[in-house]
């Protein structure tokens, strides 16, 4: 263990705790900007007003294209 030495200056009842959560907050932070900003996940949810904002910026295929399908 490389960092075997780290307790010295560092209590495993306090440096435990403060890691874990840094991890919580760091997870949860990642979580809530994922959820902010992602439309899909209103649509998922099923907020009316982003699925009329996500029906809106669909772009509608060419003539060319769909007289191709």
């Known amino acids: 263990m490389i960092y ?3 307790w010295i200056y560092v209590k495993p009842s ?3 705790p ?3 959560a840094a991890v919580a907050v760091a997870s949860f932070s ?3 900007a994922l959820a ?3 439309p899909w996940i ?3 949810f099923g907020d009316k007003a982003a699925v009329a904002a996500t029906a809106d910026a669909v772009p509608a295929l060419p003539a ?3 007289a191709k399908i």
């Open 4 to 6: 075997k030495n780290m």
């Open 42 to 44: 209103k649509v998922f």
């Open 30 to 32: 990642v979580h809530l």
């Open 18 to 20: 403060l890691f874990l």
């Open 36 to 38: 902010i900003n992602a």
């Open 64 to 66: 060319a294209v769909v």
């Open 14 to 16: 306090t440096g435990v």
